[in-house]
């Protein structure tokens, strides 16, 4: 009997079906980080273990060169945010001011209007959310 090959149509369905499992599983293991941030604080090992584990998942496309700076300060970004639904605002502030400071680096190096302007205005957006927790 001759192998079949999965149709097209069944190797789309098959990656969708993949890419959406992923997502559930970084979503579920994101909800245990802050559940263990909250409960045992980011210095606890088994909580370092999976933010190092959480920020490798992330850091290829924070990398990637079509991404660029941009990907970089959304990690920093998304950890921030991590730290503040976790209620842990020292550590959020000092993610959202580490992105402040890159946002403000690449608005000073830009080339043209437009990255000076999406530099800014994400300059502007760490601002606003270092202003409502309080720094």
């Known amino acids: 009997m001759a192998e079949e090959f999965p ?3 069944d190797a789309e369905r098959l990656l969708r ?8 599983e970084q979503a579920e293991r994101r909800l245990k980080l802050v559940e263990l941030l909250r ?9 370092r273990q999976l933010l190092t584990e959480w920020r490798s998942y992330l850091e290829p496309w924070a990398q ?3 991404v660029g700076r941009e990907g970089e ?9 991590l730290y503040e639904e976790a209620g842990l605002t020292l550590e959020a502030k000092a993610e959202l001011e580490d992105a402040k400071q890159m946002a403000y680096y690449e608005t000073e190096a830009a080339q043209d ?3 000076y302007n999406k530099f800014l205005e994400l300059f502007d957006e760490i601002e606003a959310r270092l202003a409502r927790l309080g720094g």
């Open 7 to 9: 149709k097209p149509e």
């Open 73 to 81: 300060i959304g990690l920093l970004l998304k950890c921030a945010a």
């Open 64 to 66: 990637h060169p079509d």
């Open 17 to 24: 079906l993949r890419e959406t499992i992923e997502i559930a």
């Open 113 to 115: 209007e437009a990255t």
């Open 39 to 47: 409960t045992k604080g980011p210095e606890d090992g088994e909580t």
